[in-house]
Structures are given as structure tokens and as C-alpha cells.
């Protein structure tokens, strides 16, 4: 390494060394007057196409630069054709295709067999198609091309890799709140193209539940033939060579049904003002939308242009003047939006401070306005042309990326040499090309403005630019769109509610309990494997829980009361997560003890029908709902104990069913508890506990349910 010293004294001298040699003839002393020499052209190795009597196509790009070899197979097909009641059952099949194997081996048996080869063979669900990549070796590409085959043409979809699949899906779909940008694009696209097109749906609870394994042997035996399949290969190969090995894996492979276009209608956003409450955040997110084109629009070139000088980078319009002039952005851009087989998005988007959310808008709304008197000055056409012509290059500076750029072409339709044409299509735009593209396709009375962010704290009213329409992005439950409707109380309900206040000690017992403590042992079922815990739980009705549990890594608690829920660990405090705030006071609010507290409460329904056998006990079935969280008791004919409950929770960020069994009944100051419980969760064990020590009414401090003053804040 040359020390950074003599790096500063060799620098210095070679500035002096150009401070004191004479200018040489011709040399430019300003920069601004450098000419800059005219581009190369662009003509990038094209690579060999072949197409099978079976109708599919491959294409061969040799690159010899390192021993490796890729191949991608594209094949139409995507989320796109999925059934609407069956939405995320592509980006499953893309997920359980690999996981689940193939007719000779188990997923986890080609992990091992992968690694040993140093190889990796993908697959995975998109939009309008779905993938099948290996990457290998040249030297292990025999073995290699052999998974990739038999992926492509034999795969199992074990059935015990579905519910690791469902989960990942189902945890996504509870995060998806999480970020205001994410709401924002995903509210806009909605919008644009309508909630129920399948460009803008997204997967939920219900819809993920009902994919099958039947419903992805179905998908692979629809879509999954040669006539579909586009097939790139790239890297240190021969291409004659190549073509013989692939036309004996897939020449006698018949053609299949080709896979149905879409048939879809856009009309584009009904323009007003919508808004999304996010009260967790301390800035807004802002878009303005707007149906945009196709890539094939003649005026494509022009349309590129104007979206780099108007919002395309950090010395665009929008950028310079509403971040950096104003001050009123930290993130700001778009453009009209372009895609290969239907209309983009035209989409302008800005994040800025709560209090300065109108204010931002103003500057959008000036900036458009702008638009129809001054589209782009010569200096802005000037510099958007060469910023994207001097980048350009960069877009495609491996064989590899030429390869994937001509397969898109060839999947949508496009002209073999539509890379070779861009490159003079934008050399050509003009200041006339801008003027038109602004009045076709930006028109502020035809957008839709979307605000995601925290009314209470903005600097004016979102009314003051119109009536709002609020949007509603609350993920519907599992089982439906909305939240089911408990059922009415029945006579039958209302008689075993009695019985079970009798079998908790009786109407006077249950009345006196304020709260209780439990010191517990459990036993939790982790990824890690099963956990012993000592714990201590503090439930002061109605609405204030403490629990808190000695693990391997330090002490840990969660409390939740009107004014502050959060999570204590070693690494600090935390605001717990809303499912798990919901979750632990649905808990509270279903407690046997608390729930006979409100037997006359109307806020409070019993509806009891049928009856099972939980083990050797005939149990009543009663559904309660208890301050709107619902249950399911099972309740013994005979003493009124509630012997199990099943209860649908969001725990671990998806919905699961969770089943709790109890026994070992003991009187505590003349009140009945289970001493003994047992969960499961979607049928898999996930909990017991086995109560040490019970009290009721005990002495509460009020420090317990303190937050510390020191935290980690957000969410953990």
C-alpha cells in the first residue's frame, strides 16, 4: 500500500508540472469549452437465435471471459392468469417448484447435491411468466443441465413444503403496511388500473390459503411447454455444441396449449384527492398518477427524455427545484410511465416532512403548471439527451445483459434490433417532440393525487385541494374481506355462559377478581427447537397485561395498557408491533374470568350449538365474542370448565389457528383455574405451560407497566 503522504507529494507535483508547462496548441482552459467526442456506435454482439419444431426458442450467447455458464428459461404464464380467488398461487408454485424437488429428489437432497457441484438451479413466479435459471461451472454443466431438465419437465411440489411457502406469503402480506412508499405504490396502482385487475391485485390471507398442491401440478401441466418456453444461455460454451445438447433435451418434447393473453381494459384513475392514515410516521409519501403507454408508441423516444430532464435524477427539474432550491422534498421524481405489453404508470412521487406535506404539493402543482408554457429549454433537452446517451452503454456492458434484453423482445413481440434503434431514436427528439409528449400525456385534471401520512400534522388540510376520499388498506382477516360478525346470542349460549361462571367458583368470586399473577414454566416452540422459560404474568382487567420470562439471552417483557405497549429485552425497549399489542389483549379480553365479568354486557354475545368430545370429556361448543375479539370455547357439561378454546390470531406476522387445551383445575381463593395449558398453532405444537404459583387480586406496583425511559424505539 503507497502511504497516503507520498500520495499528497506526488500530487502536488504534478500540479505544479501542469501549473508551469505551456499550454499546448489547441488546448481548451475552460472545461465548459471541451468538445466532447460524438458516441461510438452501438452495435453489441447479437446473440444466435434457434427455434425447435416444438416452438420453442433459444438463444446462445457465447462469452468465454470466465468458465461459467448460465441458463434462464422464461415461459409464459404469470400471476397475471392466476384465478382471482387464488391470488399469490404463482409466487407459491415459483417457491414450493424448487423446494418441492423433482420425481427423483426431495428439494433439500438438490441443495446438497448443488453445493457439491458449486452450482444453483431457481425457479420462480412473476408477473406474466415464471423461471427456471441454473448457474453453473463449465466444467460440471453435464451434471448441472440435468436438474434444470428434469426441474423443468418432472417436478414433485411435495406436499410438505406448501405450509413453509403459504407462511412466507402470509408473513409478507402482514408487512405490507409497513412501509409508506410500499402503500403508496401499491394504493397507486390500484387506482390507475382498477382494485380488481390483475395488475394492480395482491395476494391475501383467504386467497393464499386456498392454493392446493393439486392447484400447482395444474399450473405446471398448463403453462409448462416448449411452444411457451424462451431459453437464453449464456457464458464459455460453443454454440454448435450447445444447440446439439439442447435439441436433444427438448426437440421430442411435444407442444402444449399456448399460454391465453390477457385481455384487460384501462381506463385510467378517476382524478380527485385520496389519503391514506399512517399515524407511525413523521413524513408523508405523495404520488400523482396517471395511465401512461406502451414501449412500441412511436413517440417512446421522446417520452424517455422527458422523463429524464423532468424527473429522472438528481439534476431534473423536480429535484432541483423542489429539493434542492425548496427544501421540501427528500426524495422527488417520475415520468410517464412505458411497458412492453400495456399501458404504464404515469407516476410523479415525493416523501417530505409532515408539516411541509401542502407545501410539497404546491410545488408539484406549480412545476406541472409549468409544463405547459416551458416543456424542456434547449439546455435541459441538451443535457437529459446526454445524460442517457452517455449512460447507456453502462445498461448493457456484459454479453449476459444483451442476452436478457433480447429475450424480452422476443417475449413481447418487440423487433430483434429495437436495443440497436434506441440509441438514435434519442439523438433525434427535439424540443417539438417534448411539447407534444407534455400535451398528450400530462394532463393534472385527469391525476389522481394519493397522500400516505398523518393528517394531524400537516401544514394545511389536504381538503384545501379538494374533496378527499379516504382509503382503506387494512389487511381483511383470514377467511373473508372483512372481519366476520360474531354470532347473536342464543338462550342455549346464555344458559352455558352460567354454567361456566359456576365452574369458575361462582357469580360472587368471579365479580371480586381485579386482577391475577401467574408464575409459570414453559416450554415454547422456537426454529430452533423446543425452549424451556421460567415466566410471571400480570393481567389487570380490562385493558392492562405484564408478562414477563427469563430466557438464555437475558430477561425479557411485554406490557400493554392504554398509553404504551412495548417490548424489553438486553438490547433495549421496543413499541411492541400492533398484531402483537391485538393479539395479547384479544387474549386478555377472551379470558374466561373476564369475559363472566360481562356476561350482561351487550358488547358481549354467547351463541352455543353442538357438541364434541375433547378427549374423554362431552364438551358444549359456545362461540363468544367478547369486546370484538371472537372465540370458540368448548366447555365441559359437567363442571363448566372451558376445557379448550381456538381462537384465529396473527401471530408470527401470518394467520394461524390456535388451540388451547386445559386441565389440572385448582380453587385459588375460591376462584377455578387451569393449572395446565397447551397451544398448538395451525395444528403444530407451539406451547405449554404449567402454572407454579397462582394469585388474585395481588399487589400490583404501578413501575411495572412504566416504560423505560430509555428506548430503541420503532418497532422490534
Same mark, same amino acid.
Not at 444447440?243 to 382524478?271: H, N, V, Y
Not at 427539474?317 to 427544501?327: A, E, M, P, Q, V
Not at 411492541?576 to 391485538?582: A, E, H, T
Given at each position: 500500500?503507497?502511504?497516503?503522504?507520498?500520495?499528497?507529494?506526488?500530487?502536488?507535483?504534478?500540479?505544479?508540472?501542469?501549473?508551469?508547462?505551456?499550454?499546448?496548441?489547441?488546448?481548451?482552459?475552460?472545461?465548459?469549452?471541451?468538445?466532447?467526442?460524438?458516441?461510438?456506435?452501438?452495435?453489441?454482439?447479437?446473440?444466435?437465435?434457434?427455434?425447435?419444431?416444438?416452438?420453442?426458442?433459444?438463444?446462445?450467447?457465447?462469452?468465454?471471459? %470466465?468458465?461459467?455458464?448460465?441458463?434462464?428459461?422464461?415461459?409464459?404464464?404469470?400471476?397475471?392468469?392466476?384465478?382471482?380467488?387464488?391470488?399469490?398461487?404463482? &409466487?407459491?408454485?415459483? #417457491?414450493?417448484?424448487?423446494?418441492?424437488?423433482?420425481?427423483?429428489?426431495?428439494?433439500?437432497?438438490?441443495?446438497?447435491?448443488?453445493?457439491?457441484?458449486?452450482?444453483?438451479?431457481?425457479?420462480?413466479?412473476?408477473?406474466?411468466?415464471?423461471?427456471?435459471?441454473?448457474?453453473?461451472?463449465? #466444467?460440471?454443466?453435464?451434471?448441472?443441465?440435468?436438474?434444470?431438465?428434469?426441474?423443468?419437465?418432472?417436478?414433485?411440489?411435495?406436499?410438505?413444503?406448501?405450509?413453509?411457502?403459504?407462511?412466507?406469503?402470509?408473513?409478507?402480506?402482514?408487512?405490507?403496511?409497513?412501509?409508506?412508499?410500499?402503500?403508496?405504490?401499491?394504493?397507486?396502482?390500484?387506482?390507475?388500473?382498477?382494485?380488481?385487475?390483475?395488475?394492480?391485485?395482491?395476494?391475501?390471507?383467504?386467497?393464499?390459503?386456498?392454493?392446493?398442491?393439486?392447484?400447482?401440478?395444474?399450473?405446471?401441466?398448463?403453462?409448462?411447454?416448449?411452444?411457451?418456453?424462451?431459453? /437464453?444461455?449464456?457464458?464459455?460454451?460453443?454454440?454448435?455444441?450447445?444447440?446439439?445438447?439442447?435439441?436433444?433435451? +427438448?426437440?421430442?418434447?411435444?407442444? /402444449?396449449?399456448?399460454?391465453?393473453? =390477457?385481455?384487460?381494459?384501462?381506463?385510467?384513475?378517476?382524478?380527485?384527492?385520496?389519503?391514506?392514515?399512517?399515524?407511525?410516521?413523521?413524513?408523508?409519501?405523495?404520488?400523482?398518477?396517471?395511465?401512461?403507454?406502451?414501449?412500441?408508441?412511436?413517440?417512446?423516444?421522446?417520452?424517455?427524455?422527458?422523463?429524464?430532464?423532468?424527473?429522472?435524477?438528481?439534476?431534473?427539474?423536480?429535484?432541483?427545484?423542489?429539493?434542492?432550491?425548496?427544501?421540501?422534498?427528500?426524495?422527488?421524481?417520475?415520468?410517464?410511465?412505458?411497458?412492453?405489453?400495456?399501458?404504464?404508470? =404515469?407516476?410523479?412521487?415525493? /416523501?417530505?416532512?409532515?408539516?411541509?406535506?401542502?407545501?410539497?404539493?404546491?410545488?408539484?402543482?406549480?412545476?406541472?403548471?409549468?409544463?405547459?408554457?416551458?416543456?424542456?429549454?434547449?439546455?435541459?433537452?441538451?443535457?437529459?439527451?446526454?445524460?442517457?446517451?452517455?449512460?447507456?452503454?453502462?445498461?448493457?456492458?456484459?454479453?449476459?445483459?444483451? =442476452?436478457?434484453?433480447?429475450?424480452?423482445?422476443?417475449?413481447?413481440?418487440?423487433?430483434?434490433?429495437? %436495443?440497436?434503434?434506441? &440509441?438514435?431514436?434519442?439523438?433525434?427528439?427535439?424540443?417539438?417532440?417534448?411539447?407534444?409528449?407534455?400535451?398528450?400525456?400530462?394532463?393534472?385534471?385527469?391525476?389522481?393525487?394519493?397522500?400516505?401520512?398523518?393528517?394531524?400534522?400537516?401544514?394545511?388540510?389536504?381538503?384545501? +385541494?379538494?374533496?378527499?376520499?379516504?382509503?382503506?388498506?387494512?389487511?381483511?382477516?383470514?377467511?373473508?374481506?372483512?372481519?366476520?360478525?360474531?354470532?347473536?346470542?342464543?338462550?342455549?349460549?346464555?344458559?352455558?355462559?352460567?354454567?361456566?361462571? !359456576?365452574?369458575?367458583?361462582?357469580?360472587?368470586?368471579?365479580? !371480586?377478581?381485579?386482577?391475577?399473577?401467574?408464575?409459570?414454566?414453559?416450554?415454547?416452540?422456537?426454529?430452533?427447537?423446543?425452549?424451556? %422459560?421460567?415466566?410471571?404474568?400480570?393481567?389487570?382487567?380490562?385493558?392492562?397485561?405484564?408478562?414477563?420470562?427469563?430466557?438464555?439471552?437475558?430477561?425479557?417483557?411485554?406490557?400493554?395498557?392504554?398509553?404504551?405497549?412495548?417490548?424489553?429485552?438486553?438490547?433495549?425497549?421496543?413499541?411492541?408491533?400492533?398484531? &402483537?399489542?391485538?393479539?395479547?389483549?384479544?387474549?386478555?379480553?377472551?379470558?374466561?374470568?373476564?369475559?363472566?365479568?360481562?356476561?350482561?354486557?351487550?358488547?358481549?354475545?354467547?351463541?352455543?350449538?353442538?357438541?364434541?368430545?375433547?378427549?374423554?370429556?362431552?364438551?358444549?361448543?359456545?362461540?363468544?365474542?367478547?369486546?370484538?375479539? &371472537?372465540?370458540?370455547?368448548?366447555?365441559?357439561?359437567?363442571?363448566?370448565?372451558?376445557?379448550?378454546?381456538?381462537?384465529?390470531?396473527?401471530?408470527?406476522?401470518?394467520?394461524? !389457528?390456535?388451540?388451547?387445551?386445559?386441565?389440572?383445575?385448582?380453587?385459588?381463593?375460591?376462584?377455578?383455574?387451569?393449572?395446565? !395449558?397447551?397451544?398448538?398453532?395451525?395444528?403444530?405444537?407451539?406451547?405449554?405451560?404449567?402454572?407454579?404459583?397462582?394469585?388474585?387480586?395481588?399487589?400490583?406496583?404501578?413501575?411495572?407497566?412504566?416504560?423505560?425511559?430509555?428506548?430503541?424505539?420503532?418497532?422490534?
Amino acid at each position: 500500500m503507497i502511504p497516503r503522504q507520498r500520495i499528497t507529494v506526488a500530487l502536488s507535483v504534478t500540479l505544479c508540472l501542469l501549473a508551469s508547462a505551456p499550454a499546448s496548441h489547441g488546448q481548451a482552459t475552460d472545461w465548459r469549452k471541451i468538445q466532447a467526442p460524438p458516441l461510438h456506435a452501438f452495435h453489441p454482439q447479437e446473440p444466435r437465435r434457434v427455434e425447435l419444431p416444438n416452438g420453442m426458442v433459444i438463444f446462445l450467447q457465447e462469452d468465454h471471459e %470466465l468458465p461459467l455458464i448460465r441458463g434462464t428459461a422464461e415461459i409464459r404464464g404469470g400471476s397475471l392468469n392466476e384465478p382471482a380467488e387464488k391470488v399469490g398461487l404463482v &409466487q407459491i408454485y415459483g #417457491e414450493v417448484w424448487r423446494t418441492g424437488g423433482t420425481q427423483s429428489k426431495t428439494g433439500d437432497q438438490l441443495d446438497d447435491y448443488l453445493e457439491a457441484h458449486a452450482a444453483k438451479v431457481e425457479t420462480s413466479g412473476g408477473t406474466d411468466h415464471t423461471t427456471v435459471t441454473w448457474d453453473c461451472m463449465k #466444467e460440471n454443466l453435464d451434471d448441472v443441465f440435468k436438474v434444470f431438465v428434469e426441474l423443468l419437465r418432472n417436478p414433485e411440489f411435495r406436499e410438505d413444503k406448501l405450509p413453509l411457502a403459504k407462511n412466507q406469503a402470509d408473513t409478507s402480506i402482514s408487512r405490507r403496511n409497513d412501509d409508506p412508499f410500499e402503500i403508496a405504490f401499491r394504493e397507486a396502482a390500484k387506482l390507475v388500473y382498477g382494485a380488481g385487475s390483475p395488475y394492480a391485485r395482491v395476494p391475501e390471507y383467504a386467497t393464499v390459503a386456498a392454493v392446493t398442491r393439486q392447484d400447482l401440478l395444474t399450473w405446471h401441466e398448463r403453462y409448462v411447454h416448449p411452444n411457451n418456453i424462451i431459453l /437464453g444461455v449464456a457464458g464459455d460454451f460453443d454454440s454448435a455444441k450447445m444447440e446439439a445438447t439442447l435439441r436433444e433435451a +427438448f426437440e421430442s418434447w411435444p407442444k /402444449g396449449p399456448a399460454a391465453a393473453k =390477457l385481455d384487460a381494459a384501462f381506463e385510467g384513475p378517476k382524478p380527485g384527492v385520496y389519503f391514506v392514515q399512517k399515524d407511525d410516521v413523521t413524513a408523508s409519501t405523495v404520488q400523482m398518477v396517471d395511465l401512461g403507454t406502451r414501449r412500441d408508441n412511436p413517440d417512446y423516444y421522446a417520452i424517455d427524455v422527458f422523463n429524464e430532464f423532468f424527473g429522472g435524477g438528481f439534476s431534473s427539474r423536480l429535484f432541483s427545484n423542489i429539493r434542492s432550491k425548496k427544501g421540501l422534498a427528500y426524495a422527488v421524481g417520475g415520468g410517464i410511465g412505458t411497458d412492453f405489453d400495456h399501458p404504464g404508470v =404515469l407516476r410523479l412521487f415525493l /416523501g417530505t416532512k409532515s408539516k411541509t406535506t401542502a407545501a410539497a404539493l404546491d410545488a408539484f402543482l406549480a412545476e406541472l403548471n409549468e409544463l405547459k408554457t416551458n416543456p424542456a429549454t434547449p439546455e435541459e433537452l441538451k443535457k437529459a439527451k446526454e445524460s442517457i446517451l452517455n449512460s447507456f452503454v453502462f445498461r448493457f456492458d456484459s454479453k449476459e445483459k444483451v =442476452l436478457r434484453e433480447r429475450m424480452t423482445y422476443e417475449f413481447y413481440g418487440y423487433p430483434a434490433d429495437f %436495443l440497436e434503434r434506441y &440509441q438514435a431514436g434519442i439523438e433525434k427528439v427535439t424540443q417539438d417532440d417534448i411539447t407534444r409528449v407534455v400535451s398528450r400525456y400530462v394532463h393534472r385534471d385527469r391525476m389522481a393525487v394519493l397522500v400516505v401520512g398523518k393528517a394531524s400534522d400537516f401544514d394545511r388540510p389536504l381538503t384545501s +385541494f379538494g374533496p378527499v376520499t379516504a382509503l382503506d388498506v387494512s389487511i381483511p382477516p383470514p377467511g373473508g374481506a372483512k372481519k366476520t360478525e360474531g354470532k347473536a346470542t342464543n338462550s342455549e349460549g346464555k344458559a352455558l355462559m352460567s354454567k361456566v361462571i !359456576e365452574g369458575l367458583g361462582g357469580a360472587e368470586k368471579v365479580r !371480586e377478581v381485579k386482577a391475577f399473577r401467574e408464575k409459570v414454566k414453559l416450554k415454547v416452540q422456537t426454529p430452533q427447537g423446543e425452549m424451556s %422459560l421460567d415466566g410471571e404474568g400480570y393481567s389487570v382487567f380490562p385493558d392492562r397485561v405484564a408478562e414477563r420470562m427469563t430466557t438464555p439471552m437475558g430477561e425479557m417483557a411485554m406490557v400493554v395498557t392504554p398509553d404504551a405497549s412495548f417490548m424489553s429485552m438486553p438490547t433495549g425497549t421496543r413499541d411492541l408491533p400492533g398484531p &402483537q399489542k391485538d393479539r395479547m389483549l384479544q387474549e386478555l379480553w377472551t379470558d374466561p374470568l373476564f369475559v363472566a365479568q360481562h356476561a350482561e354486557d351487550p358488547k358481549f354475545a354467547f351463541a352455543a350449538g353442538g357438541i364434541e368430545k375433547i378427549g374423554d370429556v362431552e364438551a358444549n361448543i359456545l362461540d363468544v365474542t367478547a369486546n370484538g375479539s &371472537q372465540v370458540r370455547w368448548f366447555v365441559d357439561s359437567k363442571t363448566g370448565h372451558v376445557v379448550r378454546t381456538v381462537a384465529q390470531t396473527a401471530e408470527m406476522g401470518a394467520p394461524a !389457528e390456535v388451540v388451547s387445551d386445559y386441565s389440572d383445575w385448582r380453587a385459588v381463593q375460591g376462584v377455578i383455574f387451569p393449572f395446565k !395449558e397447551t397451544s398448538t398453532r395451525n395444528g403444530q405444537f407451539a406451547s405449554s405451560e404449567e402454572a407454579v404459583e397462582i394469585e388474585v387480586n395481588p399487589a400490583v406496583d404501578p413501575k411495572l407497566f412504566e416504560k423505560p425511559a430509555t428506548s430503541g424505539g420503532g418497532n422490534p
